[in-house]
């Protein structure tokens, strides 16, 4: 066999190449990989001079068809998985999840390879109730969150694949897995944290309660499991694996500091960590009944797994203390500002680190920014919303003008994403079954779209009928971002900044968060950006402006009855120098009659009483408990240098 193996130099990539390696040493592997944040070529170092590497983007045409001739499997591991990196630079995310599979596709079509195995994650399905005995199975409908980009992008994928065979009769087959660990893994999971920490003698993180539960899975099993798909699998099928090794992470943690040696003193709870689903599990059994398939190391011989899983983290720590070290750039579209992705070990969690551009040395920003492939992107996701809408019952009842009105708003980058959010809307509603969309309302398209009202028939369990409506933004579930602007001088956070505006239609002078709506495919460091220079005046062009930080602090929960909307917070630190603002001192104010109000950290109370804002109280809160940061509220009369 010869087998063209996508994103081979990440963890579960890496692991499946050793395997089939070892079991069928005759075979031919090639793998194509670009090398991204967590591609390490050092994971297929063992093994690098029995197989053929290409580095090279999955949506590089010429690259992949090269790769491809000759190849009688694809195996198609290859995506960004990282979900913090996702909100800063989503495009990206699009690009080689959805779009590159669709590329994948299309050139092993071109060349008639008869086979092609697609790996996802369980993440597509959502999240299951905690105290539930509920299993995620094949027929488990698609329902990622909305603000995970990397589980929303795999279940597009997935059904990319799965159209690409009803369309071509291609034989695809898709995997779903749950949570794999074993060796190669990288040191910001959950697994390889508690096992690094617990050598340099550093406590052991766990976030929130550490009842949230996931299954897990060696990697040496699910390498088996894809072993027998392409063996045994039925062409157009899905397949899930899960070892029925669900666990909460109190338990990893206090049986990974056992086997260890360490006493659970070695734990502590940290901040939870938002939109931290609390349980995934899958029922195996199509996979097992069907292809026979049976994992090594499962719930009983757990502890075996885990205990191979530290000895080789002991044993290849040359491996793992690099890539602690190791950065990820994120960079602005303007390239002058750019990110560091970091892991805080203490806290188990991963931050965003912002500096100019031009002060880093050794850099390298990617040639293509993909903007050249935007409009493709968009055709790709709106060809899927306009799927999931003609699926929907309530869609095929509404009415021909309301239908006709809907994909008016699809093709318009200002309302995409209304459309978007509208085409989650299942048939089914708890008790209630929407029956149709009767009215959709909003401004006119030439004085710009803000907000629209939509209005449902709803039908519940005794037949009786009632109209039922909400409130989105234009942007559906890109509904925006608040933003707590945090001024730091001289290594000490002084003033918080904010926005001095006339209320519409009151008249009243508030104070409120800097923020408002995405564009299309706006990342959210550009967001950011863009924001602090409209709203604030702030322009990080100016050399005594320094973005340094930015925090993510979740999703407010919409208004209850009223929205859909999740607007997104962020605590945003910035670092002024010696120029900006040089009058106002460490203890003062500056208010201007419009623009930038720049109010002392220290009277804080006296700022929650001016700031009808909720946002601001929100996202007060969610930062000092997050554990990453602490601000000094004290008021603090010293003058600034």
Same mark, same amino acid.
């Given at each position: 066999?010869?087998?063209?193996?996508?994103?081979?130099?990440?963890?579960? +990539?890496?692991?499946?190449?050793?395997?089939?390696?070892?079991?069928?040493?005759?075979?031919?592997?090639?793998?194509?990989?670009?090398?991204?944040? *967590?591609?390490?070529? !050092?994971?297929? *170092?063992? &093994?690098?001079?029995?197989?053929?590497?290409?580095? /090279?983007?999955?949506?590089?045409?010429?690259?992949?068809? $090269?790769?491809?001739?000759?190849?009688?499997?694809?195996?198609?591991?290859?995506? !960004?998985?990282?979900?913090?990196?996702?909100?800063?630079?989503?495009?990206?995310?699009?690009?080689?999840?959805?779009?590159?599979?669709?590329?994948?596709?299309?050139?092993?079509?071109?060349?008639?390879?008869?086979?092609?195995?697609?790996?996802?994650?369980?993440?597509?399905?959502?999240?299951?109730?905690?105290?539930?005995?509920?299993?995620?199975?094949?027929?488990?409908?698609?329902?990622?969150?909305?603000?995970?980009?990397?589980?929303?992008?795999? /279940?597009?994928?997935?059904? =990319?694949?799965?159209?690409?065979?009803?369309?071509?009769?291609?034989?695809?087959?898709?995997?779903?897995?749950?949570?794999?660990? %074993?060796?190669? $893994?990288?040191?910001?999971?959950?697994?390889?944290?508690?096992?690094?920490?617990?050598? #340099? +003698?550093?406590?052991?993180?766990?976030?929130?309660?550490?009842?949230?539960?996931?299954?897990?899975?060696?990697?040496?099993?699910?390498?088996?499991?894809?072993?027998?798909?392409? $063996?045994? %699998?039925?062409?157009?099928?899905?397949?899930?694996?899960?070892?029925?090794?669900?666990?909460?992470?109190?338990?990893?943690?206090?049986?990974? &500091?056992?086997?260890?040696?360490?006493?659970?003193?070695?734990?502590?709870?940290?901040?939870?960590?938002?939109?931290?689903?609390?349980?995934? /599990?899958?029922?195996?059994?199509?996979?097992?009944? !069907?292809?026979?398939?049976?994992?090594?190391?499962?719930?009983?011989?757990?502890?075996?797994? =885990?205990?191979?899983?530290?000895?080789?983290?002991?044993?290849?720590? #040359?491996?793992?203390?690099?890539?602690?070290?190791?950065?990820?750039?994120?960079?602005?579209?303007?390239?002058?500002?750019?990110?560091?992705?970091?892991?805080?070990?203490?806290?188990?969690?991963?931050?965003?680190?912002?500096?100019?551009?031009?002060?880093?040395? %050794?850099?390298?920003?990617?040639?293509? #920014?993909?903007?050249?492939?935007?409009?493709?992107?968009?055709?790709?996701?709106?060809?899927?919303?306009?799927?999931?809408?003609?699926?929907?019952?309530?869609?095929?009842?509404?009415?021909?003008?309301?239908?006709?009105?809907?994909?008016?708003?699809?093709?318009?980058? /200002?309302?995409?994403?209304?459309?978007?959010?509208?085409?989650?809307?299942? #048939?089914?509603?708890?008790?209630?079954?929407?029956?149709?969309?009767?009215?959709?309302?909003?401004?006119?398209?030439?004085?710009?779209?803000?907000?629209?009202?939509?209005?449902?028939?709803?039908?519940?369990?005794?037949?009786?009928?009632?109209?039922?409506?909400?409130?989105?933004?234009?942007?559906?579930?890109?509904?925006?971002?608040?933003?707590? &602007?945090?001024?730091?001088?001289?290594?000490?956070?002084?003033?918080?900044?904010?926005?001095?505006?006339?209320?519409?239609?009151?008249?009243?002078?508030?104070?409120?968060?800097?923020?408002?709506?995405?564009?299309?495919?706006?990342?959210?460091?550009?967001?950011? =950006?863009?924001? =602090?220079?409209?709203?604030? +005046?702030?322009?990080?062009?100016?050399?005594?402006?320094?973005?340094?930080?930015?925090?993510?602090?979740?999703? &407010?929960?919409?208004?209850?009855?009223?929205?859909?909307?999740?607007?997104?917070?962020?605590?945003?630190?910035?670092?002024?120098?010696?120029?900006?603002?040089?009058?106002?001192?460490? +203890?003062?104010?500056?208010?201007?009659?419009? %623009?930038?109000?720049?109010?002392?950290?220290?009277?804080?109370?006296?700022?929650?009483?001016?700031?009808?804002?909720?946002?601001?109280?929100? *996202?007060?809160?969610?930062?000092?408990?997050?554990?990453?940061?602490?601000?000094?509220?004290?008021?603090?009369?010293?003058?600034?240098?």
């Amino acid at each position: 066999m010869k087998l063209l193996v996508t994103g081979a130099a990440g963890f579960i +990539g890496a692991n499946f190449v050793h395997y089939w390696n070892h079991k069928y040493p005759k075979d031919e592997i090639r793998v194509i990989d670009s090398l991204t944040y *967590a591609g390490n070529i !050092e994971n297929l *170092a063992p &093994v690098i001079k029995k197989i053929k590497f290409i580095e /090279a983007d999955i949506n590089d045409r010429p690259k992949v068809s $090269q790769a491809m001739k000759g190849v009688d499997t694809v195996v198609h591991f290859a995506a !960004e998985s990282h979900v913090d990196r996702s909100i800063f630079d989503p495009s990206r995310y699009w690009q080689t999840n959805v779009h590159g599979t669709v590329t994948l596709l299309e050139e092993a079509h071109k060349l008639g390879i008869p086979r092609f195995h697609h790996i996802s994650t369980d993440e597509v399905y959502g999240e299951l109730p905690l105290l539930s005995s509920e299993k995620f199975n094949e027929k488990t409908p698609y329902s990622p969150r909305p603000d995970n980009l990397y589980a929303l992008s795999k /279940a597009e994928a997935d059904k =990319l694949v799965l159209d690409f065979y009803k369309k071509t009769d291609m034989f695809t087959t898709i995997s779903n897995c749950s949570n794999n660990y %074993g060796p190669y $893994q990288f040191p910001e999971k959950f697994m390889p944290i508690v096992i690094a920490n617990l050598i #340099d +003698g550093i406590q052991v993180p766990i976030h929130g309660d550490g009842r949230n539960v996931r299954d897990w899975i060696h990697t040496k099993d699910h390498a088996y499991a894809i072993d027998l798909i392409l $063996q045994k %699998g039925k062409k157009g099928q899905t397949y899930l694996i899960g070892s029925d090794n669900d666990r909460d992470n109190n338990y990893i943690a206090e049986k990974i &500091v056992s086997i260890y040696g360490e006493d659970a003193g070695k734990i502590r709870h940290v901040p939870d960590r938002h939109s931290n689903d609390r349980r995934y /599990a899958i029922d195996a059994t199509k996979i097992i009944q !069907e292809l026979g398939w049976k994992p090594e190391i499962g719930r009983e011989n757990f502890d075996d797994g =885990l205990k191979e899983t530290i000895d080789w983290y002991k044993n290849n720590q #040359d491996w793992w203390r690099p890539l602690l070290k190791r950065r990820a750039v994120i960079s602005d579209e303007d390239k002058i500002v750019s990110a560091f992705i970091t892991l805080d070990r203490e806290t188990g969690k991963t931050k965003f680190i912002f500096g100019k551009l031009e002060e880093k040395e %050794g850099i390298k920003i990617p040639k293509s #920014d993909l903007k050249e492939h935007f409009v493709e992107a968009n055709i790709v996701r709106y060809e899927m919303v306009m799927k999931n809408l003609a699926s929907k019952k309530w869609y095929q009842n509404s009415l021909d003008n309301i239908k006709d009105e809907i994909k008016a708003l699809a093709i318009s980058p /200002a309302t995409f994403g209304y459309v978007e959010d509208l085409s989650s809307h299942e #048939d089914k509603i708890g008790e209630d079954t929407l029956l149709k969309l009767v009215k959709i309302d909003h401004a006119s398209p030439e004085f710009g779209i803000y907000g629209i009202a939509t209005w449902f028939v709803v039908e519940n369990s005794k037949g009786e009928r009632r109209s039922e409506g909400y409130y989105s933004w234009g942007w559906g579930p890109k509904s925006g971002a608040k933003l707590l &602007v945090l001024i730091r001088r001289n290594g000490e956070i002084t003033h918080f900044a904010f926005q001095r505006e006339g209320k519409f239609p009151t008249g009243s002078i508030e104070y409120n968060l800097a923020g408002g709506f995405p564009r299309l495919n706006e990342s959210v460091l550009n967001f950011i =950006l863009r924001s =602090l220079k409209k709203d604030l +005046g702030l322009n990080v062009h100016n050399p005594n402006i320094t973005l340094n930080e930015i925090i993510s602090l979740g999703r &407010v929960a919409p208004d209850s009855g009223m929205t859909n909307n999740h607007p997104n917070l962020y605590a945003v630190i910035v670092d002024f120098g010696r120029g900006i603002y040089p009058e106002v001192q460490t +203890g003062e104010k500056l208010e201007e009659n419009e %623009g930038i109000v720049l109010w002392p950290v220290g009277e804080v109370s006296e700022i929650v009483s001016k700031c009808d804002d909720s946002y601001f109280l929100s *996202a007060m809160s969610r930062l000092t408990l997050s554990g990453i940061y602490t601000i000094n509220f004290s008021t603090n009369n010293k003058k600034n240098d």
